[in-house]
């Protein structure tokens, strides 16, 4: 049992890299790199659907 949530919250902490914020994606967007920005995005969004930030983002440059 001990292995089996070892391995979920090793999974939890590689879903949520520390590169992979808000802050980030915009520095992806400002050098051109809107796809990866987006990839950040919706990653934080399955995370925390409610993230307003990752959301406007998100909106802003996927064009809807």
Avoid: N
């Avoid at 520390?18 to 987006?38: D, H, N, R």
């Avoid at 990839?39 to 659907?49: A, G």
């Amino acid at each position: 049992a001990s292995e089996a949530s070892g391995l979920a919250r090793a999974e939890r902490i590689e879903e949520l890299s520390i590169f992979e914020t808000c802050t980030m994606a915009e520095v992806y967007a400002q050098q051109g790199e809107t796809k990866t920005a987006l990839q950040i995005l919706r990653k934080i969004l399955r995370h925390d659907p409610a993230h307003e930030r990752a959301r406007r983002l998100e909106a802003k440059w996927s064009g809807s």
